[in-house]
């Protein structure tokens, strides 16, 4: 038997028919990233079903040399849960590992396995009269494990931060097989380096997470939803501030979107409308919630806002939700601009943030500059105002070779924009990881020092460099 023979049948033998299998059939729809973008080759697909399994197949994986990629559901936008096109690795999928393990009502927390899909664990929340205060489009595929591993964000982190500020305690298999169990969680623990928050963001390549105890916080009682038009970008920071001071920390969302965005959604789903009369130069999307104790107060501190705001010219015209399907039909407007976008055509996405204030002179400063320098192109930003993080897109031109001008025009495009965000002190990820998409810009532009750390923590985590190689670092 050849070494990979080998593997093959011990692999077999470990985890058995439900854990195992190199059927092509099984294995292509998990071999290419959720974007089309990538698509790779493996060896086989290990399914384990408990954490023992997981650190027995990556101990048998060290002892035969086979590369890990880890995969939760398959929706991450860097291609990090895909493998290269070698056919040497396996496929780890932690999709059968679904357990809420408890659910405490009292401390509000949850302990969960990685495979629990986070529309599942907002339901199990919502059934005890709390939640889980992260969401994001991919909600019904992401995993648990998936949205620790790329420190995923949403459009709640203006309130509840990341998911690395969500992660109380993790459970983890480390490249040596070793299993990392911290996930009773302590308000004080000064016993040396945190050792859960190396592994948040690591995108697989220095453990695999199994489980996680997490955060949950009271139920949303009420909630009201406001989109209002706005002059200029500045002016939308200049409306986040006065929200902030108004409402505090019932400010949950604050979302912004130039008109050509808006007029795409209209164009793209005609059976939905404009909430305000007119266009305006820019939207804001605006959500402030309240639990039981302070629902009976929520809108009229939500009109009081809103007419200071007026009265200091913040805003041009405003609608405020009066229902559930309102604040829903509002958000759906949203959360609609990418199949929208996607729907003209090719276009280069960029998930990039800068210090919150800079946002918006750095919005306005460049797309100029873009649209300058690659005429016929159409750049937009929108996004998570609050939290100094906008999707900065450039479409392209009227193009019949699509993938040609993204490989071409548009990878030079993005590594300009990387160049123009790291010139004004920000990130060229934000929420969607680094993956192998970003990988290359991240060796350019990144702190030579930070990235020495970095790869001298996985060098001694990983010795062998088995865990999701060519990815990240």
Known sequence: MTNTDSFLAEAADLLGPRGFTTDADLLTPWLTDWRGRYTGRALALASPADVEEVAAIVRLCAKHGVPIVPQGGNSGMSGGATPDSSGAAILLSLRRMNAIRTLDTEARQVTCEAGVVLQTLHEAAEAKGLRFPLSLGGKGSATVGGLISTNAGGTQVLRHGSMRALVLGLEAVLPDGQVFSMLTPLKKDNRGFDLKQLLIGSEGTMGVVTAATLALSPAVAERVVVWAGVPSLGTARKLLLHCEAAVCNALEGFE?????????????????????????????????????????????????????????????????????????????????????????????????????????????????????????????????????????????????????????????????????????????????????????????????VALSVLRTVKRALDPQGLFNPGKLV
Request: charged fraction near 25%.
């Open 256 to 448: 912004v979107l130039p008109q050509a965005c808006l007029e795409a959604v209209l164009d793209h789903l005609p059976d939905t409308r404009a909430p305000l009369a007119e266009g305006h130069a820019w939207h804001v999307l605006i959500e402030v919630v309240a639990d039981s104790s302070a629902a009976a107060t929520l809108r009229d501190r939500c009109e009081a806002m809103m007419a200071d705001a007026f009265e200091n010219e913040l805003v041009e015209d405003a609608a405020m939700s009066t229902s559930e399907a309102q604040a829903e039909a509002m958000w759906l407007l949203r959360e609609s601009i990418s199949p929208a976008e996607r729907a003209r055509g090719p276009a280069v996405q960029h998930d990039i943030s800068v210090p919150v204030e800079k946002m918006p002179d750095f919005v306005e400063t460049t797309i100029p500059m873009i649209e300058a320098k690659w005429p016929g192109t159409e750049a937009i930003a929108f996004g998570h105002l609050g939290d100094g993080n906008v999707h900065y897109h450039v479409i392209a031109p009227s193009v019949t070779d699509g993938p040609a001008w993204q490989a071409g025009e548009g990878k030079a495009i993005s590594r300009y924009v990387h160049d123009l965000v790291t010139e004004w002190g920000g990130s060229i990820s934000a929420e969607h990881g680094i993956g192998q998409l970003k990988r290359d810009e991240l060796a350019r532009l990144g702190d030579p």
